[in-house]
């Protein structure tokens, strides 16, 4: 860049003006798991930007990607001070704008959102100074010396209005006949719809609410100034997976300044008529919705299982919009809510693999996330393999944190690509992608970041264990008893524990040495459940794999749920490369065994 400012125009997503030093990405962040809520720092492991501190910076990054706690972090990092000064994008991101325009409503503070495109993106650097002013990004070589000042964000004290088409029921919310809680639940509902050019708004017939999970005192101030208002959910919800086991906080030794915030969080959400479902797996349960049936869902694993395995229909909702489409009953018509908007994007050829254990599929979820950016792929080659629901929900996870698409397709498996022919537009000619095995290879690697053969910790249930999954593990177990080191601790929801524990599975584990987590999730989970003096984690999970490094400040070993009971046994990870993978180690070294 020299001296002269290079000047670009996008689309404004929240006005505002600010400048600060570039910081860019070619890669999209996930907040949650991705940047420390109280610091701004950035956490992800596998991201670029990672140790860096976005506070004040001019941030340029693709998109988000992964959680929709994302918008509660960025919500929290304004409330504190640690957020960055502008955020600028490649497209238009809803987790991340919620997130700010949930803190101008409730706080009064904001910053602004820009979209600029992914052709003009392509030409940004991490160097130099930036400076958003409503549609217009201006680059300098280094900070201008014109000693300007943005000015606050202008009050907005004017009726609200808006472009779309509101029946009735819209706009009796909207006036407030409802409750200050339900009218500004439909502000909030209605920006956002315009943000994704929606047009009207259509009825949803349950709720999962992700912004139950604690960030910090502005998501609990979030909750409760609703509930002064008189927040009340007009549909069936559940709630995700809280930050503590609300029934065993202190029993588990967790900190009060953490434990009493956080069982206070899902107290208010339930106050508001929510259900104590507690679970990042509301797939699990009796009330999971059908084929068809338009709903809100948040959580990131659980939107894109119930689009693609259930064949619900759901965006990618952010945290706080869920709760506003819940105390209003009515989302915006767009997205994946239309048949239009679940067409593949991208066609993704597996190669066919023999062998196969269960850490195939998040492995691949994870590699084919990555690929897929936010496009919704079709995924050839695995029709003979008959994927298990169980390994849909690893594949689903994985493919969530890397991809920011709501939806996947896999040919002759998930429900609307039996026939691959309705998930694709005629005579469309689409972008293909051919897996690798050298490219899965690299994706193990990734997810393996220990380098020590060391066990301490063994974490499964994420998401939330299912009842096949305790099966699974309980012969795994059986006649068995863990390494006395090594923590086994199993995350899930209540309803699945009881069931598992009705079914005469949860005694053999017990005898093992499993330790049984109910309410929260890895995501949330940290000391004491993990050791202070633990070196190294364990999982099967690819999302937590993936998060584990940033969230638990500890390296992790990835393998399957086979593996990993060895590895409880024995304290050490034996290294091992699946029967399916180790062909393309053998390629890369022919010495490899």
């Not at 509301?282 to 068809?292: M, N, V, W």
Request: net charge negative; aromatic share 6%.
């Amino acid at each position: 860049m020299t001296s002269t400012p290079i000047a670009l125009t996008g689309r404004s997503l929240v006005e505002g003006a600010a400048q600060g030093p570039l910081l860019f990405a070619d890669t999209g962040l996930s907040f949650w798991g991705g940047v420390d809520a109280c610091s701004g720092e950035v956490i992800d492991r596998h991201h670029p930007l990672s140790g860096q501190r976005i506070a004040g910076r001019v941030l340029a990054i693709p998109s988000g990607r992964g959680s929709c706690t994302g918008s509660s972090v960025m919500m929290e990092l304004i409330s504190n001070g640690h957020a960055p000064a502008a955020l600028v994008l490649a497209e238009a991101d809803e987790i991340l704008t919620l997130g700010v325009l949930v803190a101008q409503t409730l706080f009064q503070r904001s910053l602004p959102v820009l979209c600029i495109g992914k052709e003009a993106f392509a030409g940004l650097r991490s160097e130099g100074w930036a400076r958003v002013e409503g549609d217009r990004l201006s680059l300098y070589a280094q900070a201008p010396g014109d000693h300007w000042q943005a000015a606050p964000p202008a009050q907005d004290g004017q009726p609200f209005t808006t472009r779309l088409s509101l029946e009735a029921q819209d706009q009796a919310l909207l006036d407030g006949s409802h409750g200050k809680a339900a009218q500004m639940a439909m502000q909030i509902v209605l920006r956002m719809a315009e943000l994704q050019g929606a047009e009207q708004l259509l009825d949803v017939t349950q709720a999962h609410i992700d912004g139950c999970i604690y960030t910090g005192p502005a998501s609990l101030g979030f909750a409760e100034q609703l509930l002064r208002w008189g927040a009340k959910v007009r549909v069936p919800t559940t709630l995700n997976a809280i930050s503590v086991d609300q029934r065993r906080w202190r029993e588990l030794g967790i900190d009060p300044a953490l434990g009493e915030p956080a069982s206070a969080l899902g107290d208010a959400y339930m106050a508001m008529g929510a259900q104590m479902s507690f679970t990042c797996a509301p797939y699990l349960l009796d009330s999971a919705p059908t084929q068809g049936e338009q709903i809100v869902w948040a959580e990131s694993n659980a939107v894109v299982y119930a689009n693609s395995v259930l064949g619900a229909r759901t965006l990618k909702y952010p945290d706080y919009l869920d709760i506003c489409i819940a105390l209003t009953g009515r989302a915006p018509r767009i997205g994946c809510h239309l048949d239009s908007q679940r067409k593949a994007r991208l066609i993704v050829q597996v190669p066919a693999l023999e062998a196969l254990d269960d850490s195939f599929y998040p492995l691949l979820g994870y590699h084919i996330g990555a690929l897929a950016g936010s496009r919704i792929p079709l995924v050839r080659g695995l029709e003979q393999a008959q994927p298990s629901l169980d390994d849909l929900k690893a594949f689903g996870a994985a493919f969530a944190t890397t991809s920011a698409a709501p939806l996947f397709h896999i040919a002759g498996v998930t429900p609307e690509a039996l026939d691959p022919a309705q998930v694709l537009e005629p005579d469309a000619s689409l972008p293909s992608e051919r897996i690798e095995l050298k490219g899965l290879l690299h994706s193990w690697r990734a997810l393996n970041s220990a380098r020590e053969a060391r066990v301490d910790v063994v974490s499964l249930g994420n998401p939330h264990f299912s009842f096949s999954e305790f099966a699974a593990l309980a012969q795994l177990c059986r006649g068995r008893h863990k390494h006395p080191e090594v923590v086994v601790a199993i995350t899930c929801g209540r309803a699945v524990l009881e069931q598992a524990r009705a079914a005469g599975l949860i005694a053999g584990l017990e005898r093992f040495g499993v330790t049984l987590v109910t309410d929260t999730c890895w995501c949330m989970l940290g000391e004491p459940v993990i050791p202070s003096a633990a070196r190294t984690l364990m999982t099967n999970s690819g999302k937590y794999a993936h998060y584990g490094p940033g969230l638990a400040g500890r390296p992790v070993h990835f393998a399957s749920l086979a593996e990993c009971v060895e590895s409880a046994c024995s304290g050490q990870a034996s290294g091992r490369l699946p029967a399916w993978l180790q062909p393309a180690a053998c390629k890369e070294d022919p010495a490899h065994v």
